[in-house]
């Protein structure tokens, strides 16, 4: 994702089978919530 707001970029990559898996989907989310997360304690 790109946030030209707060001037930050993240990938995630996996590859997998189902597409749009339930885990790989919250891993997504608990990888982009971490990265804000670690930027407001920066």
Do not use: C
Not at 22 to 37: C, M, N, R
């Amino acid at each position: 994702w790109l946030d030209p707001h707060k001037r930050i970029a993240g990938v995630f990559l996996s590859q997998l089978l189902p597409f749009v898996d339930h885990k790989a989907v919250a891993l997504y989310g608990e990888f982009e919530s971490g990265i804000y997360g670690g930027l407001k304690a920066a």
